[in-house]
Structure formats: C-alpha cells, structure tokens
C-alpha cells in the first residue's frame, strides 16, 4: 500500500456511511480533471472506492472537465455499443459543453421531469451531487 492509498484509506472512514448511500442512485456522475496526468489513477482510485462500498454496479457517467487545458478536444459526448452516453467533455470554466452533460444525463436516466427541464438556464441553478476523482 503506497502513501496515496493510506492517505485514502484515513480520509474514506468517516465518510463511509455518507458514501454508501451511493448504492441507491440510479446515476452517478464521476467528474475527472482531463488534464491531469494521474487521472487513470484517479478514475481507478473511485472505482476502488466504490467496490469497497458495494456501489460497483450503479450506472457511471464520466465527466471529463478542463478539456480548456487540452490541446485539439472539444466537448462532446463519447457513447458505447448500445449508443448511451458513457462519457462528456467539458470546460465547466469556459462553460463549454455543459448542455451535452445535461443531454447525457437526460439520455441515461429516461425520466419525464427533464422534458421541462430548461438547458439554456441550468448552469444558474443548483448544480447536482458530483464524485470526483
């Protein structure tokens, strides 16, 4: 166990009945810094996180911020097979692709109350509940 894994471990404890309330969500949104350069090990860090509080199989939608730092990415959406979204890029700074991570999230829940639901506005409202690696 290196000392990021330690240091995990004593910041996760007091946390944990917090974090498992995470098993009853029908989404979870896992916000990653793009330009980070450790962000594999961040993602994986999360989804260590995740398995230790048996929430390993509620849905995932990543959320790649500061594209703004990244040379050649634009926002958009990245899909699997089955053509759900998996995935956003965004600049939450530059306010650049925001309405693309509301799309995706509409697309992965299916539920009537984002039909009326403005996009245009979202940005100035309470922004949702986010993991972050």
Known sequence: MDLFDSFRMILF?????TLQ????ASLLLHVIDAADSRKQENI???NDVLEE???GQVPVLLVY???DLLENVIPHI???DEN???????SAQDELG???LFEAIKVRLKTRYFSFFNFTTARRQTSPCFLSA
């Open 13 to 17: 404890q007091p946390f944990k009945s």
């Open 21 to 24: 309330e995470t098993v009853e």
């Open 44 to 46: 994986d860090a999360v």
């Open 53 to 55: 509080i048996d929430a």
């Open 65 to 67: 911020n500061k594209i």
């Open 78 to 80: 990245e899909y699997n």
């Open 84 to 90: 759900q979204p998996i995935a956003v890029y965004l």
């Open 98 to 100: 925001i309405h693309l």
